[in-house]
């Protein structure tokens, strides 16, 4: 069963628009994390948000934590076309590691 | 780009048909996972490995067995495949030894049967 929960399930804008993506989950963690997985192929590790930590940034992603509200997002800024792609956060609990079902982000030229 | 590969990336075949799918990775992690996932879906975790001769299953019960004879192999067998076993299967490899790290995926086995 899933921990994170993405929200919006698809998200379409146009390029050069800013996209945000939430991830919400139930339990405590040790990290959260983003993936990115074009259609038909595997998934490819994006960043890793520590409990410990509040935002982070790589490049275009800026990713935030709340951990009193166990939540996160992922802000993807200036979108591309080839920004289009599926987005699934990833929650680690000590021995435990749960994908959701992802936001599948549609970016127009 | 991960160093792992999977082997076929399509496959179609009648039920009742033995099938392994291959994954290998180059990158020397003892850490290797397969997950099934269905168009649209999230992933869930059918076999996971932590070493050479370490197979454990996962969250999802799954008619598939495992081996993993070497670091850099972890292929996955089914028996008799039927067509509830089409679905997308995606090996990933992680460099920690427990839970916490980045997963490295394969391009995916889509997988048909008829």
């Known amino acids: 069963s899933q921990q994170g929960e993405e929200d919006p399930q698809a998200l379409s804008i146009q390029e050069g628009e800013n996209a945000t993506m939430n991830c919400s989950y139930k339990?405590?963690?040790?990290?959260l994390q983003w993936y990115r997985q074009n259609s038909g192929r595997g998934l490819v590790h994006l960043i890793l948000?520590?409990?410990?930590?509040r935002e982070k940034h790589s490049g275009r992603l800026r990713v935030t934590l709340d951990t009193s509200k166990k939540s996160s997002s992922l802000l993807i800024t200036a979108s591309r076309a080839a920004d289009t792609a599926s987005y699934f956060c990833?929650?680690?609990?000590?021995?435990?590691?749960?994908f959701g079902a992802g936001t599948r982000l549609t970016v127009k030229p | 780009e991960a160093d792992i590969y999977q082997t076929p990336r399509y496959l179609v075949i009648g039920t009742g048909k033995k099938i392994t799918l291959e994954c290998s990775q180059t990158?020397?992690?003892?850490?290797m996972y397969w997950y099934q996932q269905d168009p649209g879906m999230e992933l869930h975790l059918i076999h996971y490995?932590?070493?050479?001769?370490?197979?454990e299953k996962g969250d999802l019960s799954s008619e598939s067995t495992v081996s993993r004879i070497r670091t850099e192999h972890f292929p996955l067998t089914l028996e008799s495949a039927r067509p509830s076993h089409t679905s997308q299967y995606l090996c990933?490899?992680?460099?920690?030894?427990?839970?916490?790290?980045?997963?490295?995926f394969g391009e995916g086995s889509r997988l048909t049967v008829l």
């Open positions: 990933a490899s992680s460099v920690a030894v427990g839970w916490g790290g980045e997963l490295f």
């Open positions: 339990t405590s963690i040790n990290n």
């Open positions: 948000i520590r409990s410990n930590e």
């Open positions: 990833a929650t680690v609990n000590n021995n435990d590691m749960r």
């Open positions: 990158m020397g992690h003892d850490k």
């Open positions: 490995s932590y070493g050479v001769n370490s197979t």
